[in-house]
Protein backbone atom coordinates (compact mmCIF):
# COMPACT_ATOMS: atom_id res chain seq x y z
CA UNK A 1 0.00 0.00 0.00
CA UNK A 2 1.45 3.72 -0.48
CA UNK A 3 0.26 6.21 1.72
CA UNK A 4 0.25 9.58 1.13
CA UNK A 5 0.47 11.79 4.52
CA UNK A 6 0.19 15.15 3.88
CA UNK A 7 2.11 14.77 1.05
CA UNK A 8 5.05 13.03 2.62
CA UNK A 9 4.77 9.11 1.24
CA UNK A 10 5.33 5.98 2.76
CA UNK A 11 4.75 2.23 2.58
CA UNK A 12 3.14 -0.64 4.12
CA UNK A 13 3.20 -4.04 3.18
CA UNK A 14 0.72 -5.51 5.41
CA UNK A 15 -2.33 -3.53 8.00
CA UNK A 16 -0.04 -4.57 10.89
CA UNK A 17 3.12 -2.43 9.39
CA UNK A 18 0.42 0.65 8.31
CA UNK A 19 -0.95 0.61 11.91
CA UNK A 20 3.09 0.26 13.40
CA UNK A 21 3.77 3.71 11.20
CA UNK A 22 0.42 5.22 12.38
CA UNK A 23 0.28 5.35 15.41
CA UNK A 24 4.48 6.32 15.57
CA UNK A 25 3.62 9.51 13.87
CA UNK A 26 1.83 12.64 15.12
CA UNK A 27 -1.48 13.07 12.84
CA UNK A 28 -3.03 16.27 13.05
CA UNK A 29 -6.83 16.16 12.19
CA UNK A 30 -6.37 18.28 9.03
CA UNK A 31 -3.53 16.45 7.84
CA UNK A 32 -4.78 15.60 4.62
CA UNK A 33 -4.76 11.55 4.08
CA UNK A 34 -4.88 9.42 0.99
CA UNK A 35 -4.25 5.60 0.65
CA UNK A 36 -3.98 2.92 -2.65
CA UNK A 37 -3.43 -0.47 -2.10
CA UNK A 38 -2.06 -2.86 -5.12
CA UNK A 39 -5.53 -3.08 -6.73
CA UNK A 40 -5.71 0.87 -7.03
CA UNK A 41 -8.70 0.97 -4.29
CA UNK A 42 -8.75 4.42 -1.50
CA UNK A 43 -8.75 3.97 1.79
CA UNK A 44 -9.20 6.04 4.69
CA UNK A 45 -8.23 6.25 8.26
CA UNK A 46 -10.13 8.29 10.78
CA UNK A 47 -7.22 8.89 13.24
CA UNK A 48 -9.76 8.80 16.54
CA UNK A 49 -10.83 5.56 15.97
CA UNK A 50 -7.77 4.27 14.62
CA UNK A 51 -9.95 2.50 11.81
CA UNK A 52 -8.73 1.61 8.59
CA UNK A 53 -11.09 0.96 6.30
CA UNK A 54 -11.91 1.26 2.13
CA UNK A 55 -13.74 4.63 1.45
CA UNK A 56 -17.64 4.68 1.37
CA UNK A 57 -17.49 5.69 -2.37
CA UNK A 58 -15.35 3.42 -4.13
CA UNK A 59 -12.97 5.17 -6.19
CA UNK A 60 -10.36 3.29 -8.21
CA UNK A 61 -7.33 4.79 -8.28
CA UNK A 62 -5.60 4.89 -12.59
CA UNK A 63 -1.98 4.07 -12.77
CA UNK A 64 -1.01 7.64 -14.21
CA UNK A 65 -2.25 8.96 -11.17
CA UNK A 66 -0.45 6.69 -8.77
CA UNK A 67 3.21 7.50 -10.58
CA UNK A 68 2.06 11.65 -10.48
CA UNK A 69 1.30 11.04 -6.46
CA UNK A 70 4.84 9.44 -6.68
CA UNK A 71 6.73 11.60 -9.04
CA UNK A 72 5.41 14.61 -7.27
CA UNK A 73 6.05 13.82 -3.64
CA UNK A 74 8.47 15.35 -1.63
CA UNK A 75 10.48 12.10 -1.41
CA UNK A 76 10.76 11.59 -4.57
CA UNK A 77 12.41 14.85 -5.29
CA UNK A 78 14.58 14.68 -2.09
CA UNK A 79 15.87 11.46 -3.47
CA UNK A 80 15.84 12.31 -7.31
CA UNK A 81 13.96 9.35 -8.38
CA UNK A 82 11.47 9.38 -11.22
CA UNK A 83 9.12 6.27 -12.02
CA UNK A 84 8.92 6.74 -15.65
CA UNK A 85 5.56 7.26 -17.23
CA UNK A 86 6.35 4.87 -20.30
CA UNK A 87 6.15 2.31 -17.64
CA UNK A 88 2.20 2.65 -17.56
CA UNK A 89 1.23 0.54 -21.16
CA UNK A 90 3.09 -3.03 -20.34
CA UNK A 91 2.56 -2.23 -16.57
CA UNK A 92 -0.10 -3.93 -14.61
CA UNK A 93 -1.91 -1.81 -11.61
CA UNK A 94 -0.72 -3.91 -8.96
CA UNK A 95 3.13 -4.27 -10.03
CA UNK A 96 3.30 -0.09 -10.64
CA UNK A 97 1.86 0.01 -6.64
CA UNK A 98 4.39 -2.84 -5.51
CA UNK A 99 7.47 -1.00 -7.72
CA UNK A 100 6.89 2.60 -6.22
CA UNK A 101 6.40 1.11 -2.25
CA UNK A 102 9.53 -0.90 -2.86
CA UNK A 103 11.10 3.01 -4.04
CA UNK A 104 9.66 4.48 -0.98
CA UNK A 105 10.72 1.81 1.08
CA UNK A 106 14.49 1.74 0.26
CA UNK A 107 15.16 5.06 2.09
CA UNK A 108 13.12 4.11 5.28
Known amino acids: MICDVDGDLFAAESAAAL ?3 LVRM ?5 E ?3 FVDTS ?3 WMFLQKEMIFAPKFFPRTWRKIEI ?3 FNRSRV ?6 HYPE ?4 NRRLD ?4 EIAAFLKQGS
Do not use: F, Q
Open 76 to 81: ANKRGL
Open 86 to 89: SRLG
Open 95 to 98: VIVR
Open 19 to 21: RRL
Open 26 to 30: ELLDK
Open 40 to 42: GES
Open 32 to 34: KMR
Open 67 to 69: INL
